[in-house]
């Protein structure tokens, strides 16, 4: 067992926790995509790090049983993992488990939930809208917003949760939120993420509708009235000072270049480093403890 065995984990949350605090210069969509891809990065680092070093633990337990794992799922250089690292590692692989099957359920019993009112307006003061993800999901809109909006704001509303379907953001949502649940330290990511996505479906609204300061103005009422009672979402629940500040200044460039490429290289790093560890960790014998 060498030290190597943690890098992809500890880059991939270091690499998580930068982005988290500090702010990207790229458009909306592609700051999405970036993070959600290193949020699944991360979680698939710390998770299969714990499995790793949980299976070799079981090794050194039983080590007469050891020869029926295959041989990928061991170190390779027949060291025992000592009791101190093997213990945390069960433990916390457990906790993972736990965690994501909880944030599954969860996530399962909201959109169905959620699918099942959108076929009705919601009967609700507070002004809310939802898009609402799958089969039979559309826009979740509550009486309480049809009353403070007028219907060139109303096309705002729509054509943002729109572009939260047409795109997927519940995934990326799901991503965000699988990570801050699994890791602590993505929490900032997370919050990243999420403030992202409400941004990229701002600038399709916009580009939509034609005009950022009705966007804009529309998040504004939308956020004044909205009662903080309510337990459902609303549509400016996310950073609505500083998505309006955005909105009333230039246009995001929309990166076609520099989008893709960073994308790229986050990915292939991402996918390459536990590979590149993985070969080293075998080809050297470099005790971690």
């Given at each position: 067992?060498?030290?190597?065995?943690?890098?992809?984990?500890?880059?991939?949350?270091?690499?998580?926790?930068?982005?988290?605090?500090?702010?990207?210069?790229?458009?909306?969509?592609?700051?999405?995509?970036?993070?959600?891809?290193?949020?699944?990065?991360?979680?698939?680092?710390?998770?299969?790090?714990?499995?790793?070093?949980?299976?070799?633990?079981?090794?050194?337990?039983?080590?007469?049983?050891?020869?029926?794992?295959?041989?990928?799922?061991?170190?390779?250089?027949?060291?025992p993992v000592?009791?101190?690292?093997?213990?945390?590692?069960?433990?916390?692989?457990?906790?993972?488990?736990?965690?994501?099957?909880?944030?599954?359920r969860?996530?399962?019993?909201?959109?169905?939930?959620?699918?099942?009112?959108?076929?009705?307006?919601?009967?609700?003061?507070?002004?809310?809208?939802?898009?609402?993800?799958?089969?039979?999901?559309?826009?979740?809109?509550?009486?309480?917003?049809?009353?403070?909006?007028?219907?060139?704001?109303?096309?705002?509303?729509?054509?943002?949760?729109?572009?939260?379907?047409?795109?997927?953001?519940?995934?990326?949502?799901?991503?965000?939120?699988?990570?801050?649940?699994?890791v602590?330290?993505?929490?900032?990511?997370?919050?990243?993420?999420?403030?992202?996505?409400?941004?990229?479906?701002?600038?399709?609204?916009?580009?939509?509708?034609?005009?950022?300061?009705?966007?804009?103005?529309?998040?504004?009422?939308?956020a004044?009235?909205?009662?903080?009672?309510?337990?459902?979402?609303?549509?400016?629940?996310?950073?609505?000072?500083?998505?309006?500040?955005?909105?009333?200044?230039?246009?995001?460039?929309?990166?076609?270049?520099?989008?893709?490429?960073?994308?790229?290289?986050?990915?292939?790093?991402?996918?390459?480093?536990?590979?590149?560890?993985?070969?080293?960790?075998?080809?050297?014998?470099?005790?971690?403890?």
């Amino acid at each position: 067992m060498t030290w190597l065995t943690f890098l992809p984990t500890v880059l991939s949350v270091a690499l998580g926790s930068v982005l988290g605090a500090v702010p990207m210069p790229l458009h909306p969509a592609w700051t999405s995509r970036l993070l959600a891809t290193v949020a699944a990065s991360a979680v698939a680092a710390v998770v299969g790090t714990l499995v790793f070093v949980t299976v070799n633990y079981a090794a050194t337990l039983f080590p007469r049983d050891a020869h029926r794992l295959p041989e990928w799922a061991l170190f390779g250089d027949d060291q025992p993992v000592p009791a101190v690292l093997g213990i945390p590692a069960i433990a916390l692989t457990g906790l993972c488990g736990y965690t994501i099957l909880k944030l599954a359920r969860r996530w399962v019993g909201e959109v169905r939930g959620a699918a099942r009112t959108s076929r009705t307006i919601v009967d609700s003061d507070a002004p809310v809208a939802l898009a609402v993800p799958g089969r039979g999901g559309g826009v979740l809109v509550s009486r309480g917003l049809l009353r403070v909006l007028d219907p060139a704001q109303l096309r705002v509303v729509f054509q943002h949760e729109a572009s939260h379907l047409r795109h997927g953001h519940h995934r990326y949502l799901a991503v965000g939120a699988l990570a801050a649940g699994t890791v602590p330290l993505l929490r900032g990511l997370n919050a990243r993420l999420r403030f992202a996505l409400e941004r990229w479906a701002d600038e399709e609204a916009a580009e939509a509708v034609g005009d950022r300061s009705l966007v804009a103005r529309t998040i504004a009422e939308v956020a004044l009235a909205h009662s903080s009672a309510s337990p459902l979402p609303a549509f400016a629940d996310s950073g609505v000072v500083q998505r309006v500040e955005a909105l009333l200044a230039t246009p995001p460039g929309k990166n076609t270049v520099t989008g893709p490429v960073a994308l790229t290289g986050t990915s292939l790093t991402s996918g390459s480093l536990t590979s590149v560890a993985w070969q080293i960790d075998h080809a050297l014998v470099l005790p971690f403890l």
